[in-house]
């Protein structure tokens, strides 16, 4: 019922920035905690950060704090992250999540909704 698309993957150097957008359709509401995700290869996928509904609360995995910000735009259905100062280590797919319920969502079972994820690739 809800589709989740991601945008704005791409190869970047390290030090450079990109914005992530993910854009919502079908049965969406902007009740929803939105979260980013990221999967490496090799690794499980990991919790990036997540925005709660009005955008006035968000959350930080410790290795992107000071450098990733959440952001939505409930209007236009769109969550984005903007990542800056990117590393090599950020290499990964990103997904985009959404979940009801009580922010914050617990992160391994609190997401019911996934995009199809977009490249990101940081060269050194």
């Known amino acids: 019922q809800v589709q989740l698309v991601e945008s704005g993957g791409g190869l970047v150097q390290a030090g450079g920035s990109l914005r992530l957008s993910c854009a919502a359709s079908g049965r969406t509401s902007s009740s929803y905690t939105m979260g980013w995700f990221r999967q490496a290869p090799g690794k499980e996928r990991s919790f990036v950060a997540a925005?709660?509904?009005?955008?006035?609360?968000?959350s930080y995995a410790d290795s992107v704090k000071g450098r990733f910000t959440i952001a939505r735009d409930n209007a236009k259905n769109t969550v984005y992250l903007q990542m800056n100062n990117l590393k090599p280590e950020d290499t990964a797919v990103y997904y985009c999540?959404?979940?009801?319920?009580?922010?914050?969502?617990?992160?391994?079972?609190?997401?019911?909704?996934w995009g199809q994820g977009t490249q990101v690739t940081v060269s050194s």
């Open positions: 925005i709660n509904w009005s955008g006035g609360s968000t």
């Open positions: 999540a959404g979940g009801r319920g009580r922010f914050p969502l617990e992160v391994r079972t609190g997401y019911d909704y």
